[in-house]
Structure formats: C-alpha cells, structure tokens
C-alpha cells in the first residue's frame, strides 16, 4: 500500500468557524502540500491584530455616519466575517449596527448551519445543545430583494456582506456603483483580489470605473470612498503554518510533493522544508508524472 495526504487549500491554524487542519493519519507515505503562501516572506499578522483592523475599520466608518461594504465569496470567508462582526458586537468592542448579508451567502451560510458537527465545538455546541445559532445573529439581516438597496443605502451607518468577492458580479458591484461617491463609506476587503479583477484594480488605486446603471447603461462611477484591504483572512496557511503542519505531521512521509504555488515559491518552500526535515521534495511541473513507488 502507498498512502497519500493531499492537502488542497488548508488553514493550519484555528478560525472562529473552523479547528486547524488535523495532521493525525493513519498511515502516510507521500504528503502533497499546497505553497500558495510558502515564501520566505510570507507571513501573515497574528489573528488578534487582523481582526481589531476589521473593527478599528468598521468603527470609524460609522463614526462619520458612513457605510462597510465587504465583497466576500459566499463560501467560507463569508461566514467567518459574519461570526467576527457578531462577536465583537457582543462583547461591545464593536459598535453595534444591523448587518445586511446579501447575494449567494445566504444559501452558502444555510448549508454551514446544517452542518455543525464540522465547525468549531463553541459553535457546535451553540446549534445543536442550546438552540443557539451564531448566524442567525439579532444583528444579520438578510437582503431577499434587490429592491431593498435603494433604504439600505438611503439609512443609517451599516455593514454590507455581499457577493462577489472580486466584484466581478453579484450585489457587490450594485452596492459600490450607489456608495462609492461618498467618502465617508468604505469599501474592505478581506479576500484575495487576482490580478486584472475590478478589486484589484480599485485596490490599486482605481479613482473612475465604468459600470452599469439602473437604466441599463454605462456611467463613469467616481471612487470617492476609503478603501482598505485586511490580510490575514486568508483560507491559506501561511509559511509558518506550512511548516507547522510538517512538523507536527504523524507520521511523517517520505516524500513531499509541493504545488499550488507561484513557482520559485514552490521551489524555496521545498528546499527549507528539505533542510529543516531531511524529506525529499519534489516540485513537479504542469503535466509532469511521477512514480510513487
């Protein structure tokens, strides 16, 4: 028998929604490991600091009577934003305000309550034992119809979840079109915006984006409004958490295999982690076989 340990994308450290990556098996002969952030460089803030930008971020845009609005895809990042929110509104570090949650992220959040037995056991025990449901919060509202917007946006300071992480579609792109001009709203993001996305480009610096109207055409929208990006949500593990699952991996391969990666990070990852275990690495190329045994 050869036995492998595949990765994927992995968070090798605890969330408010999710424990850390198990790293128990069985048996292990080979371990194919993501590097998506396994450069010498890449290491994200402690999750304490992350999470007070987020309220530090929300606090002052409220205080200036302003309006959040965080893209977020519907799975995963978006629920853990909405556990976040909820819990520093509870314990009052965080002023509270309604929370409007609006595209796929209803449905998404839907099949997470079906499923606690796989969140962490604080949220587990709230939904199964206490009839307790964290994303049902008192603070959540969500959006059934985009005709809701137009009093949204006429209100009161709030924070607006909304698809698409990327805004490359979705409510996202409605919400920014109506709350961009004004530079007492903010748009924050807390996802990766690729290259060539409309977030990368407003996170870039973008002052003018052509979108869309409610009459149907085209209209240059100015981007008046403050624009944050907090690192650190990451669904990755960063470099220290790659090799803290190494480590602490039982039992240990013989062979590692690392992908998903730009690739000289794959390449430096895989070095260290050849120096710092005595494992052989192999970084293969697109298409490339390998023999396991």
Avoid at 75 to 89: H, K, N, P, S, T
Avoid at 120 to 135: A, G, S, T
Avoid at 254 to 276: D, P
């Amino acid at each position: 028998l050869h036995n492998i340990v595949y990765s994927a994308d992995f968070k090798f450290g605890r969330t408010m929604m999710l424990d850390s990556a198990m790293a128990q098996f069985p048996r292990a002969e080979t371990l194919i490991i993501e590097s998506t952030y396994g450069g010498p460089d890449d290491i994200m803030p402690d999750r304490e600091g992350v999470e007070g930008k987020l309220v530090s971020i929300v606090n002052e845009t409220a205080e200036k009577n302003g309006k959040v609005l965080i893209p977020v895809p519907a799975v995963g990042r978006a629920q853990e934003i909405m556990l976040v929110l909820d819990a520093y509104m509870k314990n009052g570090a965080l002023r509270e305000l309604p929370i409007y949650i609006e595209g796929m992220v209803n449905e998404a959040t839907a099949i997470h309550t079906a499923f606690p037995e796989y969140l962490v056991r604080d949220i587990k025990e709230q939904i199964l034992h206490q009839d307790l449901n964290p994303f049902q919060s008192e603070y959540f509202h969500p959006v059934t119809h985009p005709g809701d917007r137009d009093e949204i946006v006429a209100g009161g300071p709030c924070v607006i979840i909304a698809t698409s992480g990327m805004m490359e579609g979705g409510p996202a792109i409605d919400y920014f079109r109506r709350l961009s001009p004004d530079p007492r709203n903010t748009l924050a993001y807390v996802s990766y915006q690729v290259e060539g996305t409309l977030g990368n480009r407003i996170k870039n610096g973008l002052k003018e984006v052509s979108l869309f109207g409610p009459d149907g055409k085209m209209e240059m929208v100015k981007c008046n409004m403050r624009v944050e990006s907090i690192e650190g949500f990451s669904g990755h593990s960063d470099r220290n958490q790659l090799l803290g699952f190494i480590k602490r991996m039982m039992p240990k391969p013989t062979r590692i295999i690392v992908n998903h990666g730009e690739r000289r990070k794959s390449e430096l990852f895989a070095q260290n982690v050849n120096r710092i275990f005595g494992i052989k690495t192999v970084v293969p190329d697109v298409l490339e076989s390998l023999r396991l045994r």
